[in-house]
């Protein structure tokens, strides 16, 4: 398969590189970026995730792939600011193989639309390259600004899709669903 490479105004989303893991964990491994993730990673963690991502993309064809910013004289140019893409959904309570869709780009980078922009881009990929009938995203419920990005997606909430689990936010011990089929998507998107 030949290296994966989505172009959009602002956006690049690529493959990894061995190069990109200290940057991206140096940006996104904070305690403001993964309040919902879990909490910072440590050592160990930040492997085991790295080893995920790159597994994502060898067995299935897509990951959660590197973001970086396209020049156009911004303050954040040409660097990594964060990951979007897919992954087969594996966590236990979600529905297991479903496209799930997710993303975690670097504090300096929020409130500017990239999520955004990199989420459509990548919806765009998993219905049109990849062939998703339809796409999950999963948050905590606390995360209103993950579940709000979903919503401005045209993604539906799915309560009936929610499981339990004190992983990502202890304090609530649920992860609440959104989706988005593919009629769905081509009836805005398409």
């Known amino acids: 398969m030949s290296d994966f490479r ?4 602002r956006l690049v989303l690529r493959d990894w590189q061995d190069s990109d893991w200290n940057a991206f964990f140096r940006h996104t491994n904070t305690p403001a970026v993964m309040r919902w993730l ?6 160990y963690d930040r492997e ?9 993309a060898r067995d299935h064809g897509h990951t959660f792939w590197v973001v970086e910013r396209q020049w156009d004289g911004g303050h954040l140019q040409g660097q ?10 594996n966590q ?11 993303w975690r780009l670097r504090e300096d980078a929020w409130g500017r639309g990239y999520a955004r922009e990199a989420a459509q881009a990548s919806m765009r990929a998993g219905f049109e390259t990849f062939g998703a009938p339809h796409m ?8 209103d600004a993950s579940w709000g ?23 609530a011990g649920i992860i609440i669903a959104y989706a988005i089929t593919r009629p ?6 398409g």
């Not at 879990?38 to 050592?43: A, E, F, R």
């Not at 999950?136 to 995360?143: D, Y």
């Open 6 to 9: 989505l172009e959009t105004k």
């Open 38 to 43: 879990g909490g910072v990673l440590d050592g």
């Open 48 to 56: 085991e995730q790295q080893e995920r991502i790159e597994g994502y």
């Open 80 to 89: 990594l600011i964060g990951f979007c893409g897919l992954k087969r959904s």
């Open 92 to 102: 236990p309570g979600a529905p297991i193989g479903d496209f799930e869709i997710g």
């Open 136 to 143: 999950i995203a999963l948050t905590v419920e606390r995360n």
């Open 149 to 171: 990005l979903m919503e401005r997606l045209g993604m539906e909430r799915r309560p009936d899709l929610d499981f339990a689990s004190d992983e990502f936010d202890p304090k």
């Open 184 to 189: 769905q998507w081509e009836a805005t998107h």
